[in-house]
């Protein structure tokens, strides 16, 4: 089960236009473990077609989207139909309310398979969000390099490593002023589950 107490703040960097808040070791090693084998075993993960630039593609990555209001939420040209949250979303929501008072009603999570398995450039704001949305991003399994630039100021780029555990909160206006990604790499990396926490309007 998770613990009482939140742990401490391991990095919070100075942006422009935005705020963001790094826990690296927000759920303990042993229960990040016991989440990622019951995500990756009991969430009903599918792979949707995209349109980019007027060409279909398979999403180079599963998804599953799980909502307490069950409204669809459209991205990427996708409208989705949330499944009900899980006793273990639930658990880790009310893990994040001890830090973050933002009132999260929906998770999309993404399962990368390996390094090749991705998410590119892109802000998390779409309209169903509302203006400057909250996103509590929680990683499970493989480290992942997550990239996050300024859309205006070309000098403000930064990458960081999600580690097994870590809750990262991006909030303030950062979805207006920031992009981010998962890019792809080809160092053998094992499978990671991300969930992004947020609400919709």
């Given at each position: 089960?998770?613990?009482?107490?939140p742990p401490?703040?391991?990095?919070?960097?100075?942006l422009t236009d935005a705020k963001l808040r790094y826990y690296q070791?927000?759920?303990?090693e042993h229960n990040a473990n016991r989440y990622f084998k019951t995500f990756l075993e009991q969430i009903p993960w599918q792979q949707d077609d995209v349109k980019v630039f007027g060409k279909v593609y398979a999403?180079?990555?599963l998804t599953s989207l799980h909502s307490s209001s069950l409204s669809t939420y459209t991205y990427s040209g996708l409208t989705l139909q949330p499944h009900?949250?899980?006793?273990?979303?639930?658990?880790?929501?009310?893990?994040?309310?001890?830090v973050s008072q933002h009132d999260y009603n929906c998770v999309l999570l993404n399962l990368y398979r390996d390094g090749a398995d991705s998410n590119g450039w892109h802000a998390d704001n779409e309209k169903e969000l509302g203006k400057h949305p909250q996103i509590a991003s929680l990683s499970f399994g493989a480290n992942r390099f997550f990239h996050f630039k300024h859309r205006?100021?070309?000098?403000?780029?930064?990458k960081m490593e999600l580690h097994n555990g870590s809750l990262l909160l991006m909030e303030g206006a950062m979805q207006e002023h920031w992009l981010h990604q998962i890019p792809k790499t080809k160092k053998p990396l094992q499978p990671r589950i991300n969930l992004t926490f947020r609400k919709i309007i």
């Open positions: 089960m998770a613990t009482n107490n401490s703040l391991s990095w919070q960097p100075n070791n927000f759920i303990s999403q180079p990555r009900p949250m899980t006793d273990e979303l639930l658990e880790l929501l009310g893990q994040i309310r001890k205006k100021i070309k000098s403000e780029r930064y």
